[in-house]
């Protein structure tokens, strides 16, 4: 039987032990959806497990799903994951990115004023975490057939930051009521 603390290769991807930090939503709030000091500290404090799995992050400004969740869309964001990467790295460990898109479980407060998107026009049960303010969350437009492809090249786009910032790896949340999610359910789509 192996040991928890026995290196473990995975993939491409040597880890030190067999220990995996799971991604956590949010872990630090971000300004402009940018990664900065907080995170990396958040990260740091975890570099001894075999791999973090870092938060959820938005692929694009239509995926934010709540106030403070960083972004992989632009250079800035990407320039904040990759002093992240090189102080985890710099300490041994390893980390991947979660990438992630809302769909519906977001709000135009987020959203810069505009509705959220989802496989059809079904409102998500409960409310968002706005600050402050508690109300049901809104009713999302239905994507058209061509905005579907724009969405998987955000997410391929975003790999692609995720490797240029030093991420060892990327993983893609399709669960807990994220927008590839709500393509699987019939309460959702």
């Not at 989802?118 to 303010?133: F, Q, R, T, V």
Request: with cysteine.
């Amino acid at each position: 039987m192996s040991s928890l603390f026995e290196p473990l290769q995975l993939g491409a991807v040597q880890l030190q032990n067999r220990v995996v930090v799971a991604p956590r939503c949010p872990v630090q709030p971000v300004d402009h959806h940018v990664p900065g000091e907080s995170m990396r500290n958040y990260y740091c404090e975890r570099a001894a497990a075999g791999l973090i799995i870092a938060q959820t992050t938005a692929v694009s400004p239509q995926g934010v799903g709540c106030a403070g969740t960083p972004g992989i869309w632009c250079s800035d964001q990407r320039r904040g994951w990759q002093q992240i990467t090189d102080a985890i790295h710099k300490k041994e460990g390893k980390i991947m990115l979660q990438l992630g898109h809302a769909g519906r479980a977001s709000d135009p407060e987020f959203l810069l004023g505009q509705i959220p998107v989802a496989p059809s026009a079904i409102a998500c049960p409960g409310h968002p975490n706005l600050p402050g303010e508690k109300r049901p969350y809104v009713t999302p437009r239905a994507l058209r057939t061509d905005e579907i492809r724009v969405i998987v090249d955000d997410f391929a786009e975003a790999a692609a930051r995720a490797r240029e910032a030093g991420f060892d790896g990327i993983s893609i949340q399709a669960g807990k009521g994220g927008l590839i999610d709500q393509f699987l359910h019939d309460h959702s789509n």
